[in-house]
């Protein structure tokens, strides 16, 4: 386990550890470096590559944060955050060139599923096209969102139906490390703001937060003024007023090595799940404090859901399980869409916005338009569009902002999410390995997430992770398959 568990670490470190640094003495060094890194990861030590990207999802941030003093402004501290897209996308970019050119051949499943994913990578940059002769800078935003977790999900796939790949003992030091963090911000909060530094991260994002508008619009909309660091913690349980007359209306959220409390949700909640299902069930345990604390209701559900599935399947079998699951989750969006109407969820208006702006435009009007990158979203008028029960635009609700980007085409990106799921449940529904049916059900959940949370489709450690996960068994699987074929012709 260690030949393997140690240079996948060390690699994962060394890929992005000292980036600000290089940032700070030359930006187009810490380009051409992290260019290099990544061809270099997928040339000597191809195995590892989705190992890398897992690290950087999770720990970028952290690094980030403790070498945050040698950045001088916001705009290079969230320069410096993209990073771990530049070294997924090459990494990816290498991989998929290495396959298009037949360097690595594969099984003709691999190729359509390959196929789709191309033609789903071709819809989006259309409508990125589209959307930059609007709002350049919104419209590469959202493609970088939308692109992110497919690029995880070929990277996966590709290499693990060309290599084996030991990774469940790096996922495991992964959630390790992960749950050491949120309990060490848990009980130490001030020791964890001086190790990493955090003061000085946190105030580099308050000054974002203050330039771009972003905190006036949201005292605008919640009516509470945050006085110093730890108020800027301070948040209603699960972001809902349905917890306030049980004593919950304040709680101090864990924001972990990612530095945001939804993505180290979903990443603490991917680990429960996936400790559970390689044996390490109180270890999983454990982690379920720092997953209420962080109070976010996508990554709750997720557990939730897969947890039920699993049970179910043991129960009912797969296919009975998969037929109630979606139809669980459907009731699940539309109980959900008809409370946030009656509180006024800024989640659910956004998402009626989007689909409004569906309805009037079912061709769409290009990625960047809408969306809280546009212009206007400073300028919403909460109160109005609680009352209304919608808006002008769509905002905090990916689903919605993806039709109201997208049109009917929105249906490509999420239609292939969910067919990957599928791909996935025929694994679990044949097996019963615990780890497909996560990839498989997790990766549904998410995407009904998606109509309520932004970060559930755009956040790399949420749908990202969940589709790696998934490329990395239906890879697997192809890989044995096409091995145990060729022994057979063998023998």
């Known amino acids: 386990m260690a030949n393997d568990l140690i240079p996948a670490l060390g690699i994962a470190v060394a890929s992005i550890a000292f980036v600000p640094i290089l940032q700070a ?17 997928v040339l000597a030590a191809p195995a590892y590559a989705p190992s890398v990207a897992i690290f950087i999802i999770f720990f970028q941030n952290l690094f980030v944060s403790i070498l945050s003093s040698y950045l001088s402004t916001e705009q290079e501290m969230e320069f410096v955050k993209g990073y771990n897209f530049l ?25 359509r599923i390959m196929k789709w994913g191309m033609i789903t990578l071709a819809t989006v940059l259309l409508y990125c096209a589209l959307g930059a002769t609007q709002d350049p800078r919104a419209a590469i935003v959202y493609l970088r969102n939308i692109a992110f977790p497919l690029f995880l999900f070929q990277l996966a796939l590709l290499t693990a139906a060309t290599f084996e790949i030991r990774i469940t003992p790096f996922l495991v ?49 919640t009516g509470f003024v945050p006085v110093d660091l730890i108020d800027r913690f301070r948040f209603s349980f699960l ?17 972990g090595p990612n530095m945001s409390a939804i993505s180290f949700g979903y990443g603490v909640a991917f680990s429960i799940l996936f400790l559970f299902s390689v044996g390490h069930r109180w270890l999983a345990l454990a982690a379920i404090p720092l997953l209420v604390l962080c109070s976010v209701k996508g990554a709750l559900v997720t557990v939730i859901f897969v947890g039920l599935a699993w049970s179910a399947t043991w129960l009912l079998g797969p296919v009975i ?23 006024g969820d800024f989640h659910v208006i956004g998402f009626m916005g989007g689909w409004d702006g569906f309805l009037k435009n079912p061709i769409g ?7 809280n990158l546009s212009e206007g979203y400073f300028s919403i008028d909460w109160s109005a569009a609680q009352n209304a029960g919608t808006m002008d635009g769509a905002v905090e609700s990916a689903v919605g902002v993806l039709l109201y980007q997208m049109g009917l085409a929105a249906v490509v990106p999420l239609g292939f999410f969910l067919a990957m799921a599928l791909r996935a449940w025929r694994l679990y529904a044949s097996t019963g390995i615990l780890t497909q049916g996560l990839a498989a059900f997790g990766t549904l959940v998410i995407v009904v997430n998606g109509i309520f949370q932004e970060e559930a489709l755009f956040a790399p450690p ?11 068994v239906i890879g697997h699987h192809m890989r044995t398959q096409s091995d145990g074929d060729a022994a057979d012709a063998r023998s």
């Open 87 to 111: 070294l997924c996308a090459v990494m990816w970019l290498l991989t998929v060139g290495l396959y298009l050119l037949r360097e690595r051949r594969h099984s003709p499943e691999i190729d």
């Open 321 to 343: 399980t998969l037929v109630v699951g979606c139809v669980g989750l459907a009731l699940y969006a539309i109980a959900a869409i008809y409370i946030g109407l009656q509180i």
């Open 173 to 221: 030091a992964v959630a390790v490390l992960l749950i050491a963090c949120g309990y060490t911000e848990l009980l130490f909060r001030d020791f964890w703001l001086q190790i990493t530094n955090g003061y000085t991260f946190w105030h580099f994002d308050e000054l974002k937060a203050t330039r771009s508008g972003t905190w006036e619009a949201e005292m605008r909309a």
């Open 239 to 255: 972001n809902s007023p349905l917890f306030e007359d049980l004593g919950l209306s304040s709680i101090l959220r864990i924001h």
């Open 25 to 41: 003495a030359n930006a187009g060094l810490a380009i051409v470096v992290e260019v290099l890194v990544g061809c270099a990861i």
């Open 462 to 472: 949420a749908l990202g992770l969940m589709l790696c996960l998934t490329g990395l």
């Open 365 to 371: 009007r290009g990625l960047g338009v809408g969306g």
